[in-house]
């Protein structure tokens, strides 16, 4: 089963960083006093009662703002709201309920998901902020937490009321032995035709427009080694052609898909190589400590000779050094695997 997936969100300069650097247990996140600094999502894995998730901080939301990068770290928000299983809005008790957060509070009500109202900063109200806490109730967003991030006062609780959230596990799924492998690579490797070519069938749109998948789609397939998940991944582009927003959207996905998966298919191009952008995200499965497949696709339209394969492979091995003990497989995902 995935791992569930928490959205910290709220205005700028509230704790953010500081709430999640305190959860997942390092300073992962920059913590600042200027507003903004957080531009782009973070993501970090946590566990709480034996559950483990994932926790994405964001950037603060500035609802209004016409500003350039506060409407980014905005829209960064807004993605991992979609991504969420459960999103906690933290607002700043020593401010009391600002326009910012009613503006935030009705968006993340439009959202339809599990959201926990947190106020940080309680510990500057001495022992009792309850009388600076009563306001929060108008954002009709249910109880709100005091809690102090930078002292870890109330986390305890939140955490709890974070857990009960939580979408329950599939028993019958973690009794079986299945195991998730996911396909990764830049956009139009054949990552969708692999995956057809396994099942037998078109269960994934393959074009050859890079970025036909969008997002991560799961099949699952049987044979006499055991049961799979096959996680085909939108391809990650270079992060100066990430702009769409559907685009942040589909890299997100894909790495919460190397996060869940237990093996990893690196799909290579053979006619262009291994480049920058196949070492970072072969990189992010190696670093998530994930079993990892190199495999070089499209091997039929390489031109060979005498001893190609060999040399091949030891450019491979030249490039993601870090992946030495990896297996290669050469293959064409459109006709048959070469070896």
Not at 309 to 338: N, Q
């Amino acid at each position: 089963m995935a791992k569930p997936v928490v959205a910290i969100v709220g205005k700028p300069n509230v704790g953010k960083s500081t709430f999640f650097n305190y959860i997942v247990g390092k300073k992962i996140s920059i913590v600042e006093d200027t507003p903004g600094v957080t531009r782009d999502r973070v993501y970090a894995e946590a566990n709480w009662r034996g559950r483990d998730f994932t926790v994405i901080d964001t950037g603060g939301i500035e609802p209004e703002s016409e500003d350039i990068i506060l409407s980014q770290m905005r829209e960064q928000a807004n993605i991992a709201i979609e991504l969420a299983d459960v999103i906690i809005f933290l607002t700043d008790i020593k401010q009391g309920v600002t326009s910012a957060d009613q503006d935030i509070a009705i968006m993340l009500k439009k959202s339809k998901k599990s959201v926990i109202l947190a106020c940080n900063k309680a510990d500057e109200f001495g022992t009792n902020p309850d009388s600076n806490i009563y306001e929060f109730y108008n954002l009709g967003l249910g109880e709100p937490y005091a809690i102090s991030a930078a002292n870890a006062k109330g986390i305890g609780d939140l955490l709890d009321a974070i857990y009960e959230k939580f979408p329950k596990k599939d028993l019958n799924e973690e009794e079986e032995n299945i195991t998730k492998v996911a396909i990764i690579g830049k956009p139009n490797v054949g990552k969708s035709s692999l995956v057809n070519k396994i099942l037998g069938k078109n269960r994934v749109i393959v074009s050859n427009i890079a970025g036909t998948t969008r997002d991560a789609i799961d099949s699952e397939f049987e044979n006499e080694f055991g049961k799979y998940i096959l996680i085909d991944t939108a391809g990650i582009r270079k992060k100066n052609k990430v702009d769409e927003r559907i685009e942040k959207f589909s890299v997100m996905r894909t790495m919460l898909a190397i996060e869940r998966s237990d093996v990893c298919l690196m799909m290579i191009d053979a006619n262009e190589g291994v480049t920058d952008q196949d070492a970072k995200i072969a990189g992010e499965a190696h670093e998530a400590g994930k079993g990892i497949i190199i495999v070089v696709n499209k091997w039929d339209e390489y031109e060979k000779s005498t001893g190609t394969l060999e040399k091949y492979k030891k450019e491979v091995y030249e490039k993601l050094s870090y992946l030495s003990y990896a297996p290669i497989i050469f293959i064409s995902a459109k006709t048959r695997a070469e070896s």
